[in-house]
């Protein structure tokens, strides 16, 4: 018993801490990153779920988890059944090969202001909107804001945005599987009116905060207008690569998985950034 309470204890302390997690790198303005060591992931994997009639079967009988769904016939969910079969894949394996290191939060309004000096953000007249994240910017403001943060950091470190795969390899965490709703709840700032100011939800397992909720982050790589992204990333394209999720998202949406693109709405994109040293 003793030790469920202190496990307890340490659960419900982590839970309220902001930062609590030791990062592996603090730079001049305060950003922190954790390290993400190489590896290998599935991506772009869909299976639907098994049960007699599959995945929406599952949840029509669910009265308590019913995710909306309409009373249809047991001919129509077959059909829906037999169609998802037909869209599964396989997925394909990615391999980081490379350790770098990303942000443990989305930039946030008081960084980008201290980089950029102006504030673009929708929620920056907010109550404690500094430790807000940044949104309202284009992906072409933050490859700004990175280029400027170079020239602050000269010498010290190189920042980018992250590549699709290095984003998802860090907010998978080593998951092999989607992510469960609990873990959303857990983690995800979901289903609000507004930004949250960052860190107030659980971290994933290497550290890193809000990687789903709060706002859209950007990526480097073009989108390729497709379900999930291609093994080879495409050289041009119209839009870029947004992940995670946004704070008015709900946790039926909230995923890593997600492949989205660009160019979102003015209050619900940001960004988080890489660093190599």
């Not at 060591?37 to 599935?42: D, F, L, Q, R």
């Not at 943060?149 to 000269?154: A, D, F, P, R, Y």
């Not at 990687?211 to 480097?220: A, D, I, P, R």
Request: proline content about 5%; some cysteine; glycine content about 8%.
């Amino acid at each position: 018993m003793k030790s469920i309470l202190i496990i307890l204890f340490c659960f419900i302390t982590l839970s309220r801490l902001h930062g609590q997690v030791k990062p592996d790198y603090t730079n001049s303005i305060g950003m922190t990153f954790m390290e993400i060591k190489p590896g290998t992931m599935i991506v772009g994997k869909f299976q639907p779920t098994t049960s007699k009639f599959g995945f929406l079967e599952q949840y029509r009988k669910n009265d308590s988890d019913d995710m909306g769904l309409p009373n249809l016939s047991d001919n129509e969910y077959k059909m829906s059944d037999d169609l998802s079969r037909k869209a599964a894949r396989p997925g394909f394996s990615v391999t980081i090969s490379k350790s770098y290191f990303i942000g443990q939060f989305e930039v946030t309004q008081a960084q980008w202001k201290k980089v950029m000096g102006n504030n673009p953000s929708y929620f920056k007249e907010l109550p404690n909107a500094d430790q807000h994240p940044v949104e309202n910017v284009s992906w072409k403001d933050a490859r700004a804001f990175v280029k400027k943060l170079n020239k602050l950091e000269k010498g010290k470190a190189t920042y980018r945005l992250p590549t699709e795969f290095e984003w998802e390899y860090a907010a998978r965490a080593g998951a092999t599987d989607d992510i469960a709703w609990k873990d959303i709840h857990a983690t995800a700032q979901i289903a609000k009116q507004s930004t949250q100011p960052v860190g107030q939800k659980l971290p994933n397992a290497w550290g890193l905060y809000d990687m789903l909720g709060n706002v859209w982050e950007w990526t480097q790589d073009y989108y390729n207008e497709e379900l999930f992204a291609d093994p080879v990333i495409i050289k041009k394209g119209k839009q870029h690569v947004l992940k995670g999720a946004p704070f008015y998202g709900d946790v039926k949406n909230a995923t890593y998985m997600t492949h989205a693109g660009g160019p979102g709405s003015k209050y619900d994109v940001g960004f988080r950034v890489v660093m190599e040293k």
